[in-house]
């Protein structure tokens, strides 16, 4: 991209949340978009977490990736405070039940104030969904993605024909 300016911002509750997280800011810096990633608990910095939300769409980001895991109220927060599109990646932490608490916390937000909520440990996806919001305005990151799907296509039918030598496949003959 043209400018060095983080355009994402990648948050989480905790840094035992980063093993997860790493994964939204790994596609990002694939897709060459730049992006902030920075810890914002909404339980323990409160504050900090609304003047986060509450001034990113001033800072230039497009788009905010928000991790919590358990008792996971940080994406809904910051969507409450922000215009901007909040995608929520439910963790599955030390203190979650089994994922459940994270995924219904993030996913479940009343009419009014949604999260895009990716699946379970999910974060790789939630990078690439704020790669799809930018890619509707810069040319460059659409035609990566368009990359990244063909290579998608690509791996799954190699698989195809590598199982093709041992197994009948009327199909592809
Ligand atoms: C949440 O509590 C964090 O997002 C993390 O997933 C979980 C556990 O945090 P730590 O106790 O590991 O700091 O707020």
Not at 2 to 9: F, L, R, S
Not at 45 to 73: D, F, N, Q, S
Request: proline share 5%; hydrophobic share 45%; charged share 15%.
């Amino acid at each position: 991209m043209a400018t060095n300016q983080p355009i994402i911002g990648i948050i989480m509750g905790s840094d035992s949340d980063l093993k997860i997280m790493q994964d939204a800011a790994a596609i990002l810096k694939e897709f060459n978009i730049p992006f902030e990633l920075t810890i914002v608990s909404a339980h323990r910095t409160p504050m900090r977490m609304v003047e986060y939300a509450a001034g990113a769409a001033g800072r230039g980001l497009k788009a905010i990736i928000a991790g919590a895991g358990g008792a996971a109220h940080l994406p809904g927060m910051v969507a409450s405070l922000t215009t901007l599109p909040v995608i929520g990646v439910p963790v599955k932490s030390s203190n979650s039940i089994d994922g459940w608490d994270s995924v219904l916390s993030i996913l479940q937000m009343p009419n009014g104030v949604p999260v895009a909520t990716v699946a379970l440990n999910a974060a790789k996806n939630a990078g690439i969904i704020a790669a799809q919001i930018i890619g509707t305005s810069d040319e460059q990151v659409a035609a990566t993605l368009k990359q990244y799907k063909t290579s998608l296509e690509k791996y799954v039918l190699d698989k195809a024909k590598h199982l093709s030598n041992e197994w009948e496949n009327k199909f592809d003959t």
